[in-house]
């Protein structure tokens, strides 16, 4: 079973920048690629995509952190990560990473309840 760790959240300030990290561990499946994506959720908020990479190169955003972030993945350190430039307060929100087994290569999903493998998130607040 996978595991997957946050890191990197914080306190900032409007304009700043933080990268957030996923740190995957345990035995993933070698019948499946693995499809990852940061999700968020603000106070009285639903939890909202952010952004998500499939095991091949097909990426997909959100249109709110559209030009603004930038998500990667390091196969080699199992880790994927989310670079996030010009912080809104907006952006405040605990940020979680996901994962999800498919059979494609390049198959992007945008709903939360589409992943079963959550991080325990990480928080990141942007002061104005």
């Known amino acids: 079973q996978v595991q997957l760790a946050e890191s990197g959240g914080g306190l900032v300030q409007a304009g700043a920048s933080l990268r957030l990290s996923c740190a995957a561990s345990g035995r993933g499946s070698t019948n499946y690629m693995y499809t990852m994506a940061w999700f968020r959720q603000a106070p009285g908020k639903e939890r909202e995509f952010v952004a998500a990479m499939s095991s091949g190169t097909t990426i997909d955003y959100a249109d709110s952190v559209k030009g603004r972030f930038t998500i990667s993945r390091d196969n080699a350190k199992n880790t994927l990560y989310l670079q996030m430039n010009s912080l809104k307060p907006e952006d405040t929100a605990v940020y979680s990473c996901?994962?999800?087994?498919?059979?494609?290569?390049?198959?992007?999903?945008?709903?939360?309840?589409?992943?079963?493998?959550w991080g325990q998130g990480t928080q990141v607040t942007v002061s104005s």
């Open positions: 996901t994962a999800k087994r498919t059979h494609f290569a390049d198959r992007i999903y945008r709903k939360f309840n589409d992943y079963a493998i």
